[in-house]
Nanobody
Framework: QVQLVESGGGLVQPGGSLRLSCEASGSIFSINGMGWYRQAPGKQRGLVATMSTNGGSILYADSVKGRFTISRDNAKNAVDLQMNSLKPEDTAVYYC?????????WGQGTQVTVSS
């Protein structure tokens, strides 16, 4: 089994920054992809950013390009999301997604609220 632990959510004012972290642990033989998704109230869960195993392929949602940066720490099986210039429309529950051992795993979600 693989467990994901997320951290770093919270309340921030518009224009502020937050950093989310997700660390995978357990019986991990390979990490095949890591990424972040979000779900706002009344909306479907959608892609924020994903990164391939070697970091060579990175994909961002158009709405976060230039503001968010995804990064990996392979030694820790961790993926981070640096979020800058946050907007109220970024408010959502953010979920970490990891494909490990060719199976999909989701984190428990962390709330990000952008409000003055």
């Amino acid at each position: 089994q693989v467990q994901l632990v997320e951290s770093g959510g919270g309340l921030v004012q518009p224009g502020g920054s937050l950093r989310l972290s997700c660390e995978a642990s357990g019986s991990i033989f390979s990490i095949n992809g890591m990424g972040w998704y979000r779900q706002a109230p009344g909306k479907q869960r959608g892609l924020v950013a994903t990164m391939s195993t070697n970091g060579g392929s990175i994909l961002y949602a158009d709405s976060v390009k230039g503001r968010f940066t995804i990064s990996r720490d392979n030694a820790k099986n961790a993926v981070d999301l640096q979020m800058n210039s946050l907007k109220p429309e970024d408010t959502a529950v953010y979920y970490c997604r990891v494909v490990a051992n060719y199976r999909e795993y989701w984190g428990q979600g962390t709330q990000v609220t952008v409000s003055s």
